[in-house]
Every structure is written in structure tokens, then in C-alpha cells.
């Protein structure tokens, strides 16, 4: 009997069928269109742009423009790229404009998909990017899709890293900006860095379309992006205590591979102890766990952790004396990102590596937080449906699986579960070699580099010809994937996800095209064209015939959708296929989820050695072993998400006053606030309000003003004065404040001061809020803690957090008030010897002895790459330069050479303070 949701799903269809359906109407529109636009000329296409950005302008919803907005994009694709959009394309783009995930099998174009939504959003003015996994993606993609926007007359941009600040400018000021999930974060948190709007470089957050979605707001999301600067170097320290690891046996600590955490046991702390008086690295009288003892258990905590749960090959390689973290999504090397909280450094003394020094953190965001700025938020994946949960509660993304345009003919296999890796292996070969010999090509998954060799060994002991794509060979990655859907080929792949190249059976015609006609310069290239189009169509037969490309998995991932996105790459508009995943009980998840009760089992039913057990039972239940790790994950993410929100708030006030103070005129009014708030608070501090005359504290008082208001003024004298109360003394400190700071203003000149405000106020802001995340991130490490005392860690965080915030705000404001009061023009004579200094310092520079000496800014660097060294030379003064008088300093930028010629940037010269 059929129960009553199957009837109801039915009758009604599902909610995903009736989103399908909705959708339908306005796919009829934009395909009715298309006759009408067919007939524009090319100008056509761009005056119609013009007409639809008018109409939005006056008042016309996206919505309302969306059918005829979609067929000039499709038409604009026809005539720029030779390719007309399918129905199911058209439709994906409407879920997109509506703020949804698209799931979209792989070869469904997901990047023309994308182009619609961005066209439409784009006509409102607002920016739109698109975001990619990986720099190769953002260019080639841009580059692309570029084609069809430049035929509408819109403007593409290209954001990637190390790219000069004006092209960045340009590339944010596109209509449609590609680039990639690191680098529009980095890029927001740097510009919260900048003082001056003019080098900002990001014009907001309109529209984003998300490609690889799950990839970037899931798989990256846990950890979070830092900028970073360093601090004091302490290599010693790491070198003394990775030689502790390799002492450590599996009785000193207990590893949890569920949790990925390792900890010590009770005999561990007992060794630790002893092994560390004895190297004298904690003192005899200390104990292990005295407070005083913090930071090195954290680095011994660290050191065990490179040592037990960071292997190589696998976690990271190591290339040119460093340590190169490799993405475990999609095994790519992640070149310039590093692990935090000394974990990186650790990793570099285990493998004998130059030790960099640590970093503080100048200013970080996670990636949830980030694209949640969006105003609206959209993506794009052949995958999403298992995480549907996460994007609904983290981001409010629904998604909307879209069908693809042929049906799917690939044959989904069930799992064979073996007792033993070595049989497991054994029937990989016999299975690669079977198909290999009957020209059908295959794709081999595996989970690290190290079982990617380890097979490519297997293969070449058994003379199989086959290719290697893993981290160590990406250079050669389009070229691999090309040659994989050819007769017969075999490729052993380390993780596919995000590849962004598809594999096209018999082989990527283009990139035969371009081979042919390399090795035959002298022959015309349509004929070449035509000879390897028709040999390519006869293989292309030949291949499908053997049954088109054979995905073989040597193990499941953790995550269902990393197993889905491996099938995925065969079968693409419904060219044949078959996938399978080969497992045994000594693989990782296996092995970590049970694997004892089905090894008894399998033992009880007399299986022999090399037989596998295939049974739909068996995918269902590692299935569900899949769903337990992805719910723990999630949790971890949720969970950073909370902690990480307490300090999002913060980060929005302090960033909006930045931005608030740099798109002021002048800053003069907020000083004086602050400079009589802390006037407030001097007075209520040494002059309580029901404090008798005789218990007011004067003398300290008017210390307090010299040193942080810069006043000598005889508050004693006006307290003794006959009536005299609180509010008076503070009136009369107001007023001598204020006429202090007018004497100055007038001594330097208007503008000048208020520059020196501004400056001041953005540069005390920065220095406070780095100051504040160093104490969170103390603060977060032992919050933890609290639980054992039956308080909650993320409500004592949020309390605590509130506190240091509050903190923050009131010292900035005495900071402040203590610099403005302190600065000063610089007298005759000082002006005079810093001319010397200067003039002395020009002809050591051009002295021909001595090359320049390079200074090191302190540019943002960490997860993102090193600070850069800037060579300085000294130059002649700017006609005209007179050091005392601003005005003859012309109005140089903050990143332009100082006029008096010393050779340094503005700002970090006469532009400081």
C-alpha cells in the first residue's frame, strides 16, 4: 500500500517539481522573443541594453524586464560564441536572478547559466560578481563570457591576486567582476585598512553568483580569512619541541580521527613535565599546568598535532624548502596559505624546514559572514541537495535541482566492499585493465596524492599506459583532462571537484585542433579542422560504443557530494557512463565508522579472499555513515558561525565608522565629542557627583588633564573658588580645550588639521581594533573551559567579548584626544636638523659603494602571501618644498613619493604623523 506522502508527491509532484514549474511560463516568454531579437543588428543588441537600464532606472522591476532581458542575452551568446541557450539553462538562471542554488548536472554550462543573471542584476547598476574556486576559472572564465557582455555593451573585469591596485579599481568598476571566493574577502578586509575612499577598492555588495557553491560556502568555510603581519621570530622554541614529538608513544596521548583532535593523557602530562624541566624549557618550580606554562603546552599541543594528524603528501608537500598546504576538496596546492596558531610553524620543523615567523592578525572575516554582506546571494553546483540544510539555515539559499536537457544514461553501480586493501587494489588493476582493453576510458578517484601513486605503481608493474593528476602535477591539469574521454585512457585523479574543464568523450576536439595545426604550420587551418573534427567524430563513436567513460572510486569521501561530483564527470548530456566505488573495511571512513561487526560478519559467511560483497544494503548504510560525519561538520561550522557573529557585529561598527570618518569633509566635530567625553569622564572620576568639596581629588585631576588633554590649567584654584561645583569645572575645561585646539589648528593651517584628524582617528581606530581581536582570540581559546563550571561558553563569550568591546570604544577615545593634544608644528631648528638628517641620507644614497637599501613596509601578509620589499630611493626635493609650510607641498596621494625627495611613500613620511 502506498503511503500517503507517494500519492501525495504523485498527484501534487514535489515542491522541486512545482518550482520546475513555475518557471515555465517565462521560459515561453523569452523563447517567443526570440525571432524579434534575432532580427537587431549587433547595435541593436547594445541600444536594447541602454532602453532596459532606463527603464529599471525608472522605476521597472528586475522581474518585469527579465524575459526580454534573457533573450538579448541569449542572442548576444548565439552571436559571440556560436551557442544557443537550452530551456533548462534559461531556467537555472531564473532560480539564480531569484537568490537560489541551481544544482545543474556537470556539462549542463554553468557558465553560460550565468551570465543571464548577471546581465539582468547588472542593468540596476549595482555590482555584480561572479565567483570562482580558483584564479585559472575566474580568467578563463571571464575572458569567455566576456564576449557576450562586451555584445551587449557591458564591461567585464577579472579580480586575481597580486594584481597592481589600478587594474583592481577597474576590474571592481565592471558591470560583471569575476573573481575568486579569497580574494574578494581579502580585498574587503583591505580596504577596511585603507585610510582615504580613493583606495578603496570594492564599490559594495550587490549581486553574487557563486560558482562551486557547496565548494566555497561549505568545504572553505571553516576556516576563516586573516591578514596578517608578523611578530617576534621563535624558531628555537619550535626546533626544541619537535624533537619532544618523536618521544611520544601512543600511551602519552589519545587521538580521536572522528573529531580530528589528539590530547594528552594523564602519563603524557607526567612525561611532558619531566622532558621539559629537564631541556629547560619550563622552570623547576613550574608546573605543567600553570598558567605560566600556557604557550608552551600550546606548542607542544601543536607539535604532537603536525606530528599525528598532519601527514605529508597528503595534508601538505613539501616544495622548495616549504611547506605548501594542499586542498583536500580538490587537491590542488594552496601556494601562500598557512595554518594558524603556530600549527604551520610546527609542520615546518617536523620536515627540516626553514621556520617563518608567526603572525598577529590585523583583520579577519569567515567566508559565511562574508557573502552574507550580499544583497542577494545566489550559486551555481552539480551538487547541493545533501547540505540543502545548511544553505537554508546559514545563508537562506533554497535549493532548486533543474533537469538536466537530455536524460541522464549513466549506470550508478552499487558499491564493492572488500575485506583487505590489498584485494581491493587487486580488482582496481583487473578492472581498469578490462575496460582499457576494450577502449572504454576510465576515470580512477582517489582521496590523497600518496594512494593516487601507490596506484600509478600498481598500473605500471600491471603495463597499463595511464596519467597522474594530483597537486604535484596541476600545471598539466587541462591538457590530462582533455586527453581522458580519449579511446581507451586511463587517469588517476586526486579529488575532481571544481576542475572546470569537462571531459568530452573521444577526446576535447579543440585541443586537437590546436595540436594538429602546431605540428603542421604550412597547411591551411580549416583543413586541418575538418580532417580532426571527422576523426574525432569516429572515436567519439567508438568510445560510446564501449560504453562511454567509466568512473571507478577507490573510496568513499566523507562527503556524500565529493562522491556525487566524481559520477558526475561521467554521463554528461546523457552521453553513456557507468560509475562505481571499489572500498574495503581498512579504509579510512570504514574503518572510523564501524567496520569491526561487518568484518565478523563477512568472516561468519565464509568469504573468500579476493570476493567482494555488492548489495544495496551496504550503499545505504555508508550512507548514513556519510550523513553522521556531514551533521558533525556542520555543527563545527555552525558553531564557528556563532562565535564568529559575536565579533561580526563588532566588525560592522567599527567598519562603518571608518568608512564614515573617510567620506567626512572634516572630523573636527567628532573629536570634540570625544574630547569632552573624556573630559565627562575625568570629572566624574575625580569629582563624584555626591562627593563633598573636600573629597574631590583636584591635584590628580589636573595631572590627568596635562598628561591626556595636554592642559596646565589650576583646576585647584577653581575648586576653592567660593560656589564652585562640578559642572563648572567641567565648562571651564571644555572651554580651555577648545581654544587649545583652535591655537593649534591655526598654527597648522586649516587643512592641515583636519588631515591630521582624520589620520589620527583612522590610524588609533586600526590600532585598538587589532589590539581587540588579539584578546578575542585569547579569550576564545580558553572559553572552552567554562563548560566544566556549567556555564555556557558562547554566552560567557558574547558577555565577555561585549566588555573588551566597550574597552575598545573608551580608550579609543582617550588615545585619540592624548595624540591630537600632543602634536605640534616642528620648531626652526628641528625643521633644520631634519634637513640634514635628509641631505646626509641623499648622498649615502648616491653614494656608487652602496646599492639602496630595500625597507620592508608592513603590508598585509599571512594567509594571502608575504609582506612585500619595497626598494626606496631618495630623490631632489619638489621645487618649491618648504618643509614648515603644507601648502608648498602640493597634494601628493598617500602612495605617491614624498616631495621633500627622501624617496619614501607620502604616508609614511611627511604624509605621517
Given at each position: 500500500?502506498?503511503?500517503?506522502?507517494?500519492?501525495?508527491?504523485?498527484?501534487?509532484?514535489?515542491?522541486?517539481?512545482?518550482?520546475?514549474?513555475?518557471?515555465?511560463?517565462?521560459?515561453?516568454?523569452?523563447?517567443?522573443?526570440?525571432?524579434?531579437?534575432?532580427?537587431?543588428?549587433?547595435?541593436?543588441?547594445?541600444?536594447?541594453?541602454?532602453?532596459?537600464?532606463?527603464?529599471?532606472?525608472?522605476?521597472?522591476?528586475?522581474?518585469?524586464?527579465?524575459?526580454?532581458?534573457?533573450?538579448?542575452?541569449?542572442?548576444?551568446?548565439?552571436?559571440?560564441?556560436?551557442?544557443?541557450?537550452?530551456?533548462?539553462?534559461?531556467?537555472?538562471?531564473?532560480?539564480?536572478?531569484?537568490?537560489n542554488i541551481a544544482e545543474m548536472k556537470t556539462g549542463e554550462g554553468k557558465t553560460l547559466v550565468a551570465t543571464f543573471p548577471a546581465y539582468l542584476n547588472a542593468l540596476s547598476g549595482d555590482p555584480v560578481h561572479?565567483?570562482?574556486?580558483?584564479?585559472?576559472?575566474?580568467?578563463?572564465?571571464?575572458?569567455?563570457?566576456?564576449?557576450?557582455?562586451?555584445?551587449?555593451?557591458?564591461?567585464?573585469?577579472?579580480?586575481?591576486?597580486?594584481?597592481?591596485?589600478?587594474?583592481?579599481?577597474?576590474?571592481?568598476?565592471?558591470?560583471?567582476?569575476?573573481?575568486?571566493?579569497?580574494?574578494?574577502?581579502?580585498?574587503?578586509?583591505?580596504?577596511?585598512?585603507?585610510?582615504?575612499?580613493?583606495?578603496?577598492?570594492?564599490?559594495?555588495?550587490?549581486?553574487?553568483?557563486?560558482?562551486?557553491?557547496?565548494?566555497?560556502?561549505?568545504?572553505?568555510?571553516?576556516?576563516?580569512?586573516?591578514?596578517?603581519?608578523?611578530?617576534?621570530?621563535?624558531?628555537?622554541?619550535?626546533?626544541?619541541?619537535?624533537?619532544l614529538a618523536p618521544e611520544l608513544t601512543?600511551?602519552?596521548?589519545?587521538?580521536?580521527?572522528?573529531?580530528?583532535?589528539?590530547?594528552?593523557?594523564?602519563?603524557?602530562?607526567?612525561?611532558?613535565?619531566?622532558?621539559?624541566?629537564e631541556m629547560g624549557l619550563l622552570p623547576e618550580d613550574q608546573p605543567l599546568y600553570d598558567p605560566e606554562s600556557t604557550t608552551i603546552v600550546h606548542h607542544v599541543n601543536q607539535a604532537l598535532k603536525a606530528h599525528v594528524m598532519f601527514n605529508k603528501d597528503k595534508d601538505y608537500i613539501v616544495r622548495n624548502g616549504e611547506v605548501v598546504l594542499i586542498d583536500e576538496f580538490t587537491g590542488r596546492m594552496m601556494a601562500g596559505r598557512r595554518l594558524s596558531d603556530?600549527?604551520?610553524?610546527?609542520?615546518?620543523?617536523?620536515?627540516?624546514?626553514?621556520?617563518?615567523?608567526?603572525?598577529?592578525?590585523?583583520?579577519?572575516?569567515?567566508?559565511?559572514?562574508?557573502?552574507?554582506?550580499?544583497?542577494?546571494?545566489?550559486?551555481?553546483?552539480?551538487?547541493?541537495?545533501?547540505?540543502?540544510?545548511?544553505?537554508?539555515?546559514?545563508?537562506?539559499?533554497?535549493?532548486?535541482?533543474?533537469?538536466?536537457?537530455?536524460?541522464?544514461?549513466?549506470?550508478?553501480?552499487?558499491?564493492?566492499?572488500?575485506?583487505?586493501?590489498?584485494?581491493?587494489?587487486?580488482?582496481?588493476?583487473?578492472?581498469?585493465?578490462?575496460?582499457?582493453?576494450?577502449?572504454?576510458?576510465?576515470?580512477?578517484?582517489?582521496?590523497?596524492?600518496e594512494k593516487s601513486e601507490m596506484l600509478s605503481r600498481f598500473l605500471e608493474t600491471a603495463q597499463i599506459p595511464h596519467n597522474v593528476l594530483n597537486a604535484r602535477h596541476h600545471e598539466q591539469e587541462a591538457q590530462i583532462i582533455a586527453d581522458a574521454g580519449k579511446v581507451g585512457a586511463v587517469t588517476i585523479a586526486t579529488n575532481m571537484a571544481g576542475r572546470g574543464t569537462d571531459i568530452k568523450l573521444g577526446g576535447n576536439v579543440e585541443f586537437k585542433v590546436m595540436e594538429a595545426i602546431a605540428a603542421e604550420p604550412e597547411t591551411d587551418p580549416e583543413e586541418i579542422r575538418k580532417r580532426v573534427e571527422a576523426q574525432h567524430a569516429a572515436e567519439e563513436q567508438k568510445v560510446k560504443d564501449a560504453g562511454g567513460l567509466f568512473v571507478l572510486a577507490t573510496e568513499r569521501h566523507e562527503s556524500r557530494r565529493i562522491?556525487?561530483?566524481?559520477?558526475?564527470?561521467?554521463?554528461?548530456?546523457?552521453?553513456?557512463?557507468?560509475?562505481?566505488?571499489?572500498?574495503?573495511?581498512?579504509?579510512?571512513?570504514?574503518?572510523?565508522?564501524?567496520?569491526?561487526?561487518?568484518?565478523?560478519?563477512?568472516?561468519?559467511?565464509?568469504?573468500?579472499?579476493?570476493?567482494a560483497i555488492v548489495h544495496p544494503w551496504v550503499n545505504k548504510s555508508l550512507e548514513k555513515a556519510q550523513a553522521k560525519v556531514e551533521g558533525r561538520n556542520f555543527d563545527i561550522r555552525k558553531q564557528l558561525l556563532k562565535f564568529d557573529d559575536v565579533m561580526n557585529d563588532q566588525r560592522k561598527v567599527i567598519f562603518g565608522q571608518r568608512r564614515e570618518?573617510?567620506?567626512?569633509?572634516?572630523?573636527?566635530?567628532?573629536?570634540?565629542?570625544?574630547?569632552?567625553?573624556?573630559?565627562?569622564?575625568?570629572?566624574?572620576?575625580?569629582?563624584?557627583?555626591?562627593?563633598?568639596?573636600?573629597?574631590?581629588?583636584?591635584?590628580?585631576?589636573?595631572?590627568?588633564?596635562?598628561?591626556?588633554?595636554?592642559?596646565?590649567?589650576?583646576?585647584?584654584?577653581?575648586?576653592?573658588?567660593?560656589?564652585?561645583?562640578?559642572?563648572?569645572?567641567?565648562?571651564?575645561?571644555?572651554?580651555?580645550?577648545?581654544?587649545?585646539?583652535?591655537?593649534?589648528?591655526?598654527?597648522?593651517?586649516?587643512?592641515?588639521m583636519r588631515n591630521i584628524e582624520k589620520q589620527v582617528l583612522l590610524q588609533t581606530i586600526d590600532q585598538k581594533w587589532r589590539d581587540h581581536l588579539l584578546r578575542l582570540e585569547h579569550l576564545r581559546s580558553v572559553i572552552g573551559f567554562r563548560g566544566y563550571a556549567q556555564r555556557d561558553p558562547l554566552n560567557e563569550y558574547k558577555t565577555e567579548a561585549f566588555q573588551l568591546f566597550s574597552g575598545l570604544l573608551d580608550g579609543l577615545r582617550g588615545d585619540v584626544v592624548q595624540k591630537l593634544s600632543q602634536i605640534r608644528p616642528l620648531s626652526e631648528d628641528e625643521q633644520k636638523q631634519m634637513m640634514e638628517q635628509l641631505l646626509a641620507q641623499q648622498r649615502q644614497m648616491q653614494a656608487p659603494a652602496e646599492a639602496p637599501q630595500a625597507a620592508r613596509q608592513p603590508e598585509p601578509a599571512g594567509v594571502n602571501g608575504g609582506g612585500a620589499a619595497v626598494a626606496e630611493a631618495a630623490e631632489a626635493p619638489r621645487p618649491g618644498f618648504v618643509e614648515s609650510d603644507p601648502a608648498t607641498w602640493g597634494n601628493p596621494g598617500?602612495?605617491?613619493p614624498c616631495p621633500c625627495g627622501s624617496g619614501k611613500k607620502f604616508k609614511h613620511c611627511h604624509g605621517s604623523l
Open positions: 500500500m502506498l503511503g500517503f506522502k507517494t500519492v501525495a508527491r504523485k498527484v501534487f509532484g514535489t515542491p522541486n517539481d512545482r518550482k520546475i514549474k513555475a518557471t515555465r511560463p517565462t521560459v515561453e516568454r523569452i523563447t517567443a522573443l526570440e525571432p524579434d531579437f534575432h532580427k537587431l543588428s549587433d547595435e541593436g543588441l547594445i541600444a536594447k541594453t541602454e532602453e532596459l537600464r532606463k527603464r529599471v532606472a525608472e522605476g521597472e522591476s528586475l522581474d518585469e524586464v527579465l524575459p526580454e532581458a534573457f533573450a538579448n542575452c541569449r542572442e548576444a551568446a548565439r552571436r559571440a560564441l556560436g551557442l544557443h541557450a537550452f530551456e533548462v539553462q534559461l531556467m537555472g538562471g531564473i532560480f539564480l536572478h531569484q537568490g561572479i565567483v570562482t574556486v580558483n584564479d585559472y576559472l575566474a580568467r578563463r572564465d571571464a575572458e569567455w563570457m566576456g564576449k557576450v557582455f562586451a555584445a551587449l555593451g557591458m564591461t567585464t573585469g577579472v579580480v586575481v591576486p597580486q594584481q597592481p591596485d589600478a587594474e583592481k579599481k577597474a576590474a571592481y568598476k565592471a558591470d560583471i567582476t569575476y573573481a575568486t571566493n579569497n580574494e574578494l574577502g581579502f580585498d574587503y578586509l583591505r580596504d577596511n585598512m585603507k585610510s582615504e575612499l580613493s583606495e578603496m577598492s570594492q564599490r559594495g555588495h550587490g549581486f553574487a553568483i557563486v560558482d562551486e557553491v557547496d565548494s566555497i560556502l561549505i568545504d572553505e568555510a571553516r576556516t576563516p580569512l586573516i591578514i596578517s603581519g608578523p611578530s617576534q621570530d621563535r624558531s628555537e622554541l619550535y626546533q626544541a619541541v619537535d624533537k601512543e600511551e602519552h596521548y589519545s587521538l580521536d580521527e572522528k573529531q580530528r583532535n589528539v590530547t594528552f593523557t594523564d602519563e603524557g602530562n607526567e612525561f611532558l613535565e619531566q622532558r621539559l624541566h603556530g600549527l604551520h610553524q610546527a609542520i615546518e620543523a617536523k620536515e627540516g624546514c626553514k621556520i617563518q615567523p608567526e603572525n598577529v592578525t590585523l583583520a579577519s572575516v569567515t567566508f559565511q559572514n562574508y557573502f552574507r554582506l550580499y544583497d542577494k546571494l545566489s550559486g551555481m553546483t552539480g551538487t547541493a541537495a545533501t547540505e540543502a540544510e545548511e544553505f537554508m539555515t546559514i545563508y537562506g539559499l533554497g535549493v532548486v535541482e533543474v533537469p538536466t536537457n537530455v536524460p541522464i544514461a549513466r549506470a550508478d553501480e552499487d558499491d564493492q566492499v572488500f575485506r583487505t586493501a590489498k584485494e581491493k587494489f587487486d580488482a582496481i588493476v583487473a578492472a581498469i585493465r578490462e575496460a582499457h582493453e576494450r577502449g572504454q576510458p576510465v576515470l580512477v578517484g582517489t582521496t590523497s596524492i562522491d556525487n561530483q566524481l559520477r558526475g564527470r561521467s554521463g554528461r548530456q546523457g552521453d553513456p557512463g557507468r560509475s562505481q566505488f571499489y572500498l574495503s573495511l581498512e579504509d579510512d571512513l570504514m574503518r572510523i565508522f564501524g567496520s569491526e561487526r561487518l568484518d565478523k560478519m563477512l568472516t561468519r559467511l565464509g568469504m573468500k579472499e579476493g570476493e570618518i573617510m567620506e567626512a569633509e572634516e572630523v573636527g566635530e567628532i573629536v570634540r565629542d570625544m574630547r569632552h567625553q573624556v573630559i565627562d569622564d575625568l570629572v566624574d572620576t575625580y569629582m563624584p557627583k555626591k562627593a563633598y568639596a573636600d573629597q574631590w581629588e583636584t591635584e590628580a585631576l589636573a595631572a590627568e588633564a596635562r598628561d591626556k588633554l595636554g592642559l596646565d590649567v589650576p583646576v585647584e584654584q577653581w575648586a576653592a573658588e567660593e560656589g564652585v561645583d562640578d559642572d563648572d569645572i567641567r565648562e571651564r575645561l571644555y572651554k580651555a580645550s577648545d581654544e587649545f585646539m583652535a591655537q593649534k589648528a591655526a598654527a597648522f593651517g586649516p587643512e592641515t598617500r602612495n605617491e
